[in-house]
């Protein structure tokens, strides 16, 4: 079976305010713009990254509880669903795994083989090649579902290709920047963009 590995937040969970807010406990001035833009890259190197110090016991006490009485992109869960009657799915991701199982469990998508979280590392694309060497699958039979220029370049770095979603942090434009496999707008879409190529 091929394998598709998904970004969480912005793909999966409508988390973009949820994140914002929780940046704004210590840069209140952050806007969104400001925000969308750092994951143009990873967002760690980001300058305001660099020069803040973040408490992260802070930061996720603000994030978990709103993340988890929130609700998935509508259709996602669905989409998720049936996407692993064919496929392994796993998910790379920032925020830290425990959370985002709980989530998954939640909203019925506990359909992941793998969630590699902050706590694994901090850089996508070795969190992306250890779930490639996990499952022993090249970068031909895989591909990332995001929704960030960041990520898609981070997947470039070791050969794999991505699948960009508008409904997330960035926006189309950005997001061609990065000449992804192919761009969806709707999650449903997603489903039959995936189902079309066959990876």
């Known amino acids: 079976m091929k394998l598709i590995i998904f970004d969480f937040d ?21 806007t969104a713009d400001r925000y969308r833009l750092a994951f143009s890259g990873n967002i760690r190197d980001a300058e305001w990254r660099k020069t803040t110090k973040i408490d992260e016991s802070v930061y996720y006490a603000s994030y978990d509880p709103a993340l988890l009485s929130s609700k998935p992109f509508d259709g996602m869960s669905q989409v998720v669903r049936e996407l692993a009657k064919s496929y392994r799915l796993s998910i790379v991701s920032s925020t830290p795994a425990p959370v985002i199982r709980e989530y998954l469990s939640k909203n019925e ?57 508008t409904w997330g942090f960035q926006r189309k434009e950005t997001l061609m920047e990065g000449n992804p496999k192919m761009l969806v707008e709707a999650p449903k879409q997603l489903l039959e963009s995936i189902n079309f190529s066959a990876l």
């Open 10 to 30: 912005g793909v999966i969970a409508d988390s973009f305010q949820i994140c914002l807010d929780a940046i704004r406990m210590f840069l209140p001035h952050m």
């Open 109 to 165: 998508m506990d359909v992941f083989e793998k969630v590699l979280g902050h706590e694994t590392h901090q850089y996508k694309d070795v969190k992306i090649q250890l779930i490639l060497d996990d499952a022993k699958s090249d970068t031909k039979d895989a591909v990332l579902v995001t929704d960030t220029l960041g990520d898609i370049l981070e997947a470039r770095k070791i050969g794999l290709e991505a699948i960009a979603v």
